[in-house]
């Protein structure tokens, strides 16, 4: 597993130290990432919001190539909530702009990585164009079969529970049962994340201790990592660390 980073980690170097601790045998197979402090890393450097999120476009790029690297089997990134509609609207138009330009821009690289893409969420308010562009990369990327990555756009985890709940009693329905015998799987099998292992690992930068209505279905048993560090300098050392962390944790899933 090492060998993939031989040209992108220098030896000696802080990140292949933090490397040669990771047990490529407990890796974990799903990472989910709260992509947070944009906004205050502008503001620490009298910029406004959306050169942050451009800054963290590459921490993006990092975990992306990272995760690639360690063949980890599913990544999902919260890109913009159900509650973001809220913020400035040159923010938002920012920020819709920058994904437009980053899958145009970072497609062949996602797809040279073997990494499938999808986004996840109520995508039917985004615009025409972005929608049309986002199914344009999920199948040009639909054959892949490394890390699936998920970014959830106009995504609430509360909307998710209920748009699955609905989904699963027409197909309990359908199938000729009661919804009094639909059950979890019936619920999971309607998720947007249906397919994927559990996560196994939560990150949330930016030193806030809240999950903000991210994969509340998802998260029932994943381990959560937070760091102070801002979304913008979360790079490969960083990720090195979460994992790390997550190693160090005895998982016991409710048992002894």
Same mark, same amino acid.
């Given at each position: $597993?090492?060998?993939n980073f031989? /040209?992108?980690?220098?030896?000696?170097?802080?990140?292949a130290?933090l490397?040669?601790? *990771?047990?490529p045998?407990?890796?974990?197979?799903?990472?989910?990432v *709260?992509?947070? =402090?944009?906004?205050?890393?502008?503001?620490?450097?009298?910029?406004? +919001?959306?050169?942050?999120? +451009?800054? =963290?476009a590459?921490?993006v790029?990092?975990? #992306?190539? &990272?995760?690639?690297?360690?063949e980890?089997k599913?990544?999902?990134l919260?890109?913009?909530?159900?509650?973001?509609?809220k913020r400035?609207?040159?923010?938002?138009?920012?920020?819709m702009?920058m994904? /437009?330009?980053y899958?145009?821009?970072e497609?062949? &690289?996602?797809h040279?990585?073997?990494?499938?893409?999808?986004?996840?969420?109520r995508?039917?308010?985004l615009?025409p164009?972005?929608?049309?562009? *986002?199914?344009?990369?999920?199948?040009? &990327?639909?054959?892949?079969? =490394?890390?699936?990555?998920? %970014?959830?756009?106009?995504y609430? =985890?509360r909307?998710?529970?209920?748009d699955?709940?609905?989904e699963?009693? /027409?197909?309990?329905l359908a199938?000729?049962r009661s919804?009094?015998?639909?059950?979890?799987a019936?619920?999971?099998?309607?998720?947007?994340?249906?397919?994927?292992?559990e996560?196994?690992? $939560?990150?949330?930068?930016?030193?806030?201790f809240?999950?903000?209505?991210?994969?509340?279905?998802? #998260?029932?048993?994943?381990?959560i990592? %937070? &760091?102070p560090?801002?979304?913008?300098?979360?790079?490969?050392a960083e *990720?090195?660390?979460?994992i790390?962390?997550?190693?160090?944790?005895e998982?016991?899933?409710?048992?002894v």
């Open positions: $597993m090492h060998a031989a /040209k992108v980690v220098k030896p000696n170097s802080p990140e130290e490397l040669a601790q *990771i047990d045998a407990r890796l974990p197979q799903h990472i989910a *709260i992509m947070d =402090g944009n906004g205050r890393w502008a503001k620490a450097r009298g910029k406004p +919001r959306i050169f942050g999120h +451009r800054e =963290g590459e921490s790029r990092a975990i #992306l190539d &990272t995760c690639a690297r360690l980890i599913a990544v999902t919260y890109a913009f909530s159900t509650e973001n509609w400035p609207e040159d923010e938002v138009s920012g920020l702009q994904l /437009k330009l899958l145009k821009k497609l062949k &690289t996602v040279q990585h073997n990494i499938r893409f999808q986004a996840i969420g995508l039917d308010r615009s164009d972005l929608r049309k562009q *986002i199914t344009a990369a999920m199948e040009y &990327t639909s054959r892949n079969t =490394g890390t699936v990555l998920s %970014v959830a756009l106009n609430g =985890g909307a998710e529970l209920v699955a709940a609905r699963a009693a /027409k197909s309990v199938g000729g919804l009094d015998e639909m059950n979890e019936d619920i999971a099998a309607h998720l947007y994340t249906r397919g994927l292992p996560v196994d690992l $939560m990150v949330r930068t930016s030193g806030e809240r999950i903000s209505n991210f994969l509340l279905w998802q #998260l029932a048993y994943s381990e990592y %937070v &760091t560090t801002l979304f913008p300098d979360f790079r490969r *990720i090195f660390r979460a790390l962390e997550f190693q160090k944790r998982r016991r899933f409710g048992g």
